[in-house]
């Protein structure tokens, strides 16, 4: 078969078409982090390119993510597969003001393949219900994502909120997102930073001290 088809169309949004190759991939043992990080990702990365070149708009968008988002419900219950959620409790979202949840999806996927139990409250999460979700599942690393240079700020809200509440100190806060940097991590205070999915998980296991 041929796979270059999968970045094809995700990037023309043929959800149903998307599903049916990745599902065809997975049988014929392409693994799940090829099918991600060599049509999956860099489909999405030319579909922000089109819309950047004003040749796509946001239906555009929208119809390509969710293609993505099709093949990525096929290969998660496939990157959990014989985990035994020891590695640690995450709670991941999207900051608040902020949609933009397919790179998080994929994080929160490959933290579970890594071996993390994931709680993932989803898109536009506030800070109280992050603080809620620490407290509640005794969290050891809180994931955030943001994808617009207007909603980074919402990250810093949020650590603030953590450390009001008291729980800053037993939770590291791992941060990611494609305006996101290094220097902005600290900035913030948060513990880590990632660029990647793949990377979110080393830097995740990392900052817990089972790299
Ligand atoms: Co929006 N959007 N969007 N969008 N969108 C961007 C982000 C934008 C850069 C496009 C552009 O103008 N060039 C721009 C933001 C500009 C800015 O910074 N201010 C933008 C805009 C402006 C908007 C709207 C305002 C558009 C409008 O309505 N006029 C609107 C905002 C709505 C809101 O959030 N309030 C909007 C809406 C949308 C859609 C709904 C149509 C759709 C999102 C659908 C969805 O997510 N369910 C969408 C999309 C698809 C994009 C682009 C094209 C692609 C984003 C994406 O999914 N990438 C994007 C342009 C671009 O990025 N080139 C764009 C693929 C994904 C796999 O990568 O999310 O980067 P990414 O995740 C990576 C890493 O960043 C990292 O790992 C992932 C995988 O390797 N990572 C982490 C992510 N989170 C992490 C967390 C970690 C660690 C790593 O630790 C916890």
Do not use: W
């Not at 169309?9 to 090829?34: F, N």
């Not at 913030?188 to 990632?194: E, S, V």
């Amino acid at each position: 078969m041929d796979l270059q088809q999968i970045y094809e169309l995700v990037v023309v949004g043929d959800a149903p078409g998307v599903e049916e190759l990745v599902e065809q991939a997975v049988g014929t043992g392409v693994p799940p982090l090829e099918i991600i990080s060599r049509y999956l990702i860099p489909a999405m990365t030319e579909v922000g390119a089109r819309f950047e070149r004003a040749e796509f708009f946001v239906p555009e968008m929208i119809i390509a993510s969710g293609a993505m988002q099709a093949a990525l419900t096929v290969l998660k219950p496939l990157m959990a597969e014989g985990q035994l959620d020891t590695a640690g409790q995450v709670v991941l979202g999207t900051v608040q003001g902020d949609v933009h949840d397919l790179g998080k999806n994929l994080v929160s996927v490959m933290l579970e393949g890594g071996g993390f139990a994931v709680t993932d409250l989803g898109a536009d999460v506030g800070p109280e219900a992050f603080v809620e979700t620490v407290r509640e599942h005794k969290a050891d690393i809180v994931g955030m994502s943001a994808l617009m240079t207007t909603t980074m700020p919402a990250m810093e809200r949020t650590i603030q909120a953590l450390i009001e509440a008291g729980l800053r100190h037993g939770v590291k806060i791992l941060v990611g997102g494609a305006p996101l940097t290094q220097a902005y991590c600290d900035q913030i205070g948060a513990d880590g930073y990632a660029p990647d999915a793949p990377s979110a998980v080393r830097k995740a296991k990392e900052l817990l001290g089972i790299a």
